[in-house]
């Protein structure tokens, strides 16, 4: 359909200047949720287990988005399949993660997991919130369970290590036993993940460490409200003048 509209819009110079700007509505829209690319330390399974709470094996169930303080969060409600470390109360984990999009209200507080309804993952979380779960370290602590191999994407981050052998062109592979192995040991819980201001969480979450994210910037919706305006008085002015001239 948007290319239908790039296509008419582009027959004439007045449509193909309403062409550029509706491409470029597009563009800051798409934007609002990629987010700037984040540098930030490469941690091991073994680091993922040392700093979180948790480690736990879970199929994703509902997402969904919530507003608070007019910022966005992403919740989702996930089944518990296998507790690799520590402890949760009931068969579900309830994970809330910073950033996302409600409606025209868009935050960005790093890059999130492309997790999916139905689809398995080994997450090391850590509790910001009585109640509520977060990713350790961003989203460094995902990996998506394929068949048996527990795979961890790094876009949107820019790492500063060196990087073991199992992470090419942006993804780790680790067999899922490796995996349990190096995560699962009996290590003490400690801190709340890296990567993450305080005023990027839900209200009343405690202070934490190292933090790499940037404030969750505010919803892009003004521009491309304008941009759009532009577009449709651009449009309405070429079809009067072209009736005027017919």
Request: proline share 8%; charged share 20%; aromatic share 8%.
């Amino acid at each position: 359909m948007v290319l239908q509209a790039l296509a008419v819009l582009s027959r004439s110079r007045l449509g193909l200047v309403g062409a550029c700007l509706l491409w470029g509505i597009l563009q800051i829209d798409g934007s609002a949720m990629s987010g700037p690319v984040l540098t930030a330390h490469y941690l091991s399974p073994e680091k993922m287990a040392e700093g979180a709470a948790a480690v736990a094996r879970v199929r994703i169930g509902k997402i969904s988005t919530i507003a608070i303080d007019n910022r966005v969060y992403t919740d989702i409600e996930a089944e518990l399949v296998d507790l690799w470390k520590g402890a949760a109360n009931g068969g579900t984990i309830r994970i809330r993660q910073p950033g996302g999009r409600l409606g025209n209200l868009v935050t960005y507080a790093g890059p999130q997991p492309p997790w999916r309804h139905g689809q398995e993952w080994v997450l090391a979380l850590a509790r910001p919130e009585q109640g509520w779960w977060t990713v350790y370290g961003i989203k460094q602590g995902a990996f998506r369970i394929e068949a048996d191999t527990a795979v961890r994407e790094f876009s949107g981050f820019g790492l500063l290590d060196p990087v073991p052998p199992t992470l090419q062109n942006g993804r780790e592979s680790i067999s899922l036993a490796d995996l349990k192995s190096r995560m699962s040991g009996r290590l003490p819980p400690a801190g709340h993940p890296p990567g993450m201001r305080r005023d990027s969480w839900p209200r009343g979450a405690p202070a934490m460490s190292n933090p790499a994210v940037p404030k969750p910037s505010p919803s892009s919706r003004n521009r491309w409200f304008f941009l759009l305006v532009a577009c449709i008085v651009l449009l309405v002015w070429g079809m009067l003048k072209r009736r005027g001239t017919a």
